[in-house]
């Protein structure tokens, strides 16, 4: 199929015309037709590569009431990714070959976003023993990132094994930053706010000590670190630090840790029940600034559906997660973009090139000219759009955005020169 895109501004520059063929952006240029061609509108529309998402729970195998590759991959495309990683934790887990095999083949008949597995790092999730780490990346699924996520490898020699292990084959280990003897229990951000609720605190500490050994550990062994979902000021601190003397170190925040706080919990609401919790102000300013100046390297999800009886219960028996996927450009948007912290390049950095990189992905993070594969997105940055649950695509609905009005839509999406949303609509 060949699609000519009219008058687009490629990462917020002047407007282009850009020419789709085979899969490839065959032209960038002003005036640009083709026989046959399919024309987009792209008046007032920002061109951006197409997002890479390091880390989205899609829940099948196992929890297919909750979200399938399919659905998850439509709530993708429909926030302008064109790949999303999928994490393992999963029933059965994704700890053999066997089964990223399975999710990466319901990616590639979805084919709505390419689905990239991770792999487990420990049998079962269950810190005890490496899992076939090897296998996995050597399979059809090409496994790069590993990661037990949803729980730390608390295990320092373990950590130390698994590090090695990646480092051979060129992998990294994603690691969900949580000391599990400080947050026996915990529901939100401790501080004053969580004595005054009455709900046992999670401390900042029992991320900042993982991720101050794992830094450690990483430059040590010489291998890859990517931290998940960083969340307080000190882990930038401690990031930041490691960077500046060499440590291998990246590291990513979720949208919902860069717009909101642990003043959410007052409502009790279970909605706002995540791991790690919602922090502070302050916190909420550091991750900002330690994304707009690199020290963080990516926005990623942690979309996190789960079913209503999963969710909607009292505070402290509600699962932690929250969708992501569908707002996450808009939120981006909203907490860096307008603010002036970071521009459409930055904003292309962020969430498809460093993210790409760190997965070692082909094909994504590319610029948008001439060869390369047309993986891309237009986004109206004018639009304002009051989030509704019920018009999600996700099978879930527990978003802590709902009522909201963010900025920003997307309005295509395109994968390898097809697209997969148009007029802001996923393509059936
Ligand atoms: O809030 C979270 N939900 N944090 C995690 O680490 C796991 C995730 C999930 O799987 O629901
Ligand atoms: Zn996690």
């Not at 029933?91 to 070959?97: E, G, H, L, N, S």
């Not at 399975?102 to 420990?122: E, F, I, K, N, S």
């Not at 402290?316 to 390049?345: C, F, I, K, N, Y």
């Not at 962020?350 to 082909?362: F, K, Y």
Request: aromatic share 2%; glycine share 10%.
């Amino acid at each position: 199929m060949t699609t000519i895109v009219k008058g687009a501004r490629v990462l917020g520059g002047d407007p282009a015309d850009l020419l789709l063929e085979d899969g490839r952006i065959a032209a960038v240029g002003e005036r640009l037709s083709a026989t046959g061609a399919t024309v987009v509108d792209a008046d007032g529309l920002v061109a951006l590569p197409g997002l890479v998402d390091l880390h989205t729970h899609l829940r099948e195998p196992g929890r297919e009431d909750a979200e399938t590759v399919e659905t998850g991959s439509r709530a993708a495309a429909l926030g302008g990714y064109t790949a999303v990683h999928a994490m393992a934790n999963t029933d059965p887990v994704a700890d053999t070959a066997g089964v990223v095999e399975q999710v990466w083949r319901l990616g590639q008949q979805a084919g709505l976003v390419d689905v990239v597995p991770v792999g487990a790092v420990t049998v079962g999730l269950r810190g005890e023993r490496l899992a076939e780490l090897g296998a996995m990346a050597d399979s059809a699924a090409r496994v790069r990132v590993f990661s037990d996520d949803g729980h730390c490898v608390a295990d320092p020699a373990l950590m130390r094994r698994a590090l090695e292990y990646v480092k051979a084959l060129d992998g990294v280990v994603a690691q969900h930053a949580e000391e599990p003897r400080l947050t026996v229990g915990a529901q939100m951000n401790e501080g004053d706010r969580s004595a005054r609720l009455g709900l046992t605190g999670w401390p900042a500490a029992a991320e900042e000590a993982v991720i101050a050994r794992d830094v450690l550990l990483a430059q040590h062994v010489g291998a890859r670190l990517h931290v998940c979902h960083v969340s307080t000021a000190g882990s930038v601190e401690i990031l930041r630090w490691a960077k500046s003397r060499g440590v291998q170190v990246t590291a990513e925040v979720t949208p919902h840790h860069l717009l909101l706080t642990e003043a959410c919990a007052e409502s009790y609401d279970p909605v706002f029940k995540v791991n790690p919790p919602l922090r502070t102000d302050e916190d909420v300013h550091a991750l900002r600034a330690g994304l707009a100046d690199g020290t963080i390297d990516a926005v990623a999800t942690d979309h996190a559906p789960h079913a209503v009886e999963d969710k909607e219960s009292e505070w402290a028996s509600a699962r932690p997660g929250m969708l992501g996927l569908e707002q996450a450009l808009s939120v981006v948007l909203q907490t860096l973009v307008e603010p002036g912290l970071l521009d459409w390049a930055g904003v292309a950095d962020r969430m498809s090139v460093r993210p790409a990189a760190i997965g070692r992905l082909d094909g994504h993070g590319r610029p948008i000219a001439p060869g390369e594969p047309a993986n891309l997105l237009l986004l109206d940055p004018a639009a304002r759009v009051t989030v509704d649950p019920a018009a999600l695509a996700s099978r879930s609905r527990n978003t802590p955005y709902a009522g909201r009005e963010l900025p920003g839509r997307v309005v295509a999406t395109f994968l390898r020169g097809e697209a997969t949303v148009l007029d802001g609509k996923a393509v059936e």
